[in-house]
């Protein structure tokens, strides 16, 4: 059973930077899309960064296009997420998971397995 621990969240100021780190256990990453979700209070689960599983294919909604990168080590097991220039509407509980396909759509209800969350807080 694949399971996944989000790590890297906190708190940071606006414009500032993190990056967030997913590692994987019971199953390898290799061989699935990778995608990192956020969750701002009281509302729902976004994408906001998906790979394919070469990691030759990337795709970002206009939000956080240009200041987040999404990125994976397949020999390693991990994916990260390289947030910059972050604004206080980026803040959220980012989760990473994965999806047991190599290429395809990266939405929330199509994602097989899910990490328990980092919060990620930018302060004005």
């Known amino acids: 059973q694949l399971q996944l621990v989000e790590s890297g969240g906190g708190l940071v100021q606006s414009g500032g930077s993190l990056r967030l780190s997913c590692t994987a256990s019971g199953v390898t990453l290799n061989y699935k899309i990778i995608g990192w979700f956020r969750q701002a209070p009281g509302e729902g689960r976004e994408a906001v960064a998906c790979?394919?599983?070469?990691?030759?294919?990337?795709t970002y909604p206009d939000s956080v296009k240009g200041r987040f990168t999404i990125s994976r080590d397949n020999a390693k097991d991990m994916a990260y997420l390289q947030m910059n220039s972050l604004k206080p509407e980026d803040t959220g509980v980012y989760y990473c998971?994965?999806?047991?396909?190599?290429?395809?759509?990266?939405?929330?209800?199509?994602?097989?397995?899910w990490g328990k969350g980092t919060l990620v807080t930018v302060s004005v």
């Open positions: 790979i394919s599983a070469s990691g030759g294919s990337t």
């Open positions: 998971a994965a999806r047991m396909r190599l290429v395809g759509d990266c939405r929330a209800g199509l994602m097989d397995s």
